[in-house]
């Protein structure tokens, strides 16, 4: 596959710019929303010094894939993913937009993530060892790193825009966007949860965890943001799959695993990964992508 140019950040001044995160930029045009994915790859809360090749164009277009197939669970935010239907004042920007960009409607977004675990990893791992539960949902006792829950949970969090999300329980969910709202989310999450690993599994994929985002749309709750990909989810290879362990996965763990080693002390200034790791990096996104879209090329 052939490595595009790598795109750390975006410059369009025909369009207002809302917001610049972790990887990607947002752009209002004409009340709708443009989001773009840049190459930008986070870890331990800060940007690296480096992006990695094709990172975005996978995440924009591992979300789309998605879009399409959940559209029949919940409807979604998602205009069109296609530069040629943008506005025609961007369509001079087409190098840096095309493949890694999609144009929204702008919901009004629920203060929460919706995540689903269905392994026990990472800080649902670490909360079950200390209380035997992850956010007020209690499990099974003896339960080791990775394993299969005996059914998918529903584990949402805080969603903060600066520092770590924290998990929170069902009930503080109520209290945050109300009753109604919480179980439909609830419903909404574990219901493409479930689409999604069976799609997964079908590809050699355990989805381990993943976390989706929603808002309202003429009053109805849609799936927005980014969908199921390797920045938002575990993905593990089912053919390695091994209990009581961590495992390898499709994501940016191998960046982590990186820094961990060489002992940055997660502070500024921030490392600038070498040539072996983004290659790395780069290959895990995109096997990602080649498993579970059926696809052996991203769009330009």
Not at 285 to 296: A, D, H, V
Request: glycine share 8%.
């Amino acid at each position: 596959m052939t490595t595009s140019p790598v795109i750390l950040q975006t410059e369009l001044p025909e369009v207002k710019l809302v917001n610049r995160g972790k990887v990607r930029d947002i752009y209002d045009c004409d009340g709708n929303l443009l989001i773009v994915s840049t190459d930008r790859v986070s870890a331990f809360d800060y940007v690296l010094g480096n992006g990695i090749p094709d990172k975005g164009r996978v995440l924009n277009q591992l979300s789309l894939f998605w879009f399409g197939r959940t559209h029949e669970i919940v409807s979604n935010h998602l205009i069109t993913g296609n530069v040629d239907r943008f506005p025609a004042a961007l369509k001079r920007h087409r190098p840096a937009l095309a493949g890694r960009s999609m144009m929204v409607r702008r919901a009004r977004m629920f203060e929460a993530e919706c995540v689903v675990r269905g392994y026990l990893a990472g800080s649902g791992w670490k909360e079950y060892q200390r209380t035997g539960s992850v956010s007020g949902v209690p499990l099974p006792p003896g339960l080791r790193e990775s394993s299969r829950l005996p059914d998918p949970i529903f584990t949402p969090s805080t969603k903060a825009t600066t520092g770590h999300d924290e998990n929170i329980s069902f009930a503080a969910l109520e209290r945050l966007v109300g009753t109604d709202s919480a179980l439909r989310l609830r419903d909404l999450s574990l219901a493409l949860y479930g689409a999604a690993s069976r799609h997964a599994e079908s590809a050699g994929v355990i989805i381990a965890d993943t976390k989706f985002e929603f808002g309202v749309l003429k009053g109805k709750v849609v799936l927005a943001d980014e969908v199921l990909t390797p920045d938002s989810s575990r993905f593990w290879p089912a053919e390695d799959y091994e209990p009581g362990r961590a495992q390898d996965s499709f994501d940016k763990q191998y960046v982590r695993d990186y820094l961990e080693r060489i002992g940055w002390n997660k502070q500024p200034p921030v490392p600038t990964l070498p040539e072996e790791v983004v290659a790395g990096t780069r290959e895990k996104y995109l096997e990602i992508f080649r498993r579970l879209t059926g696809r052996t090329t991203l769009e330009d």
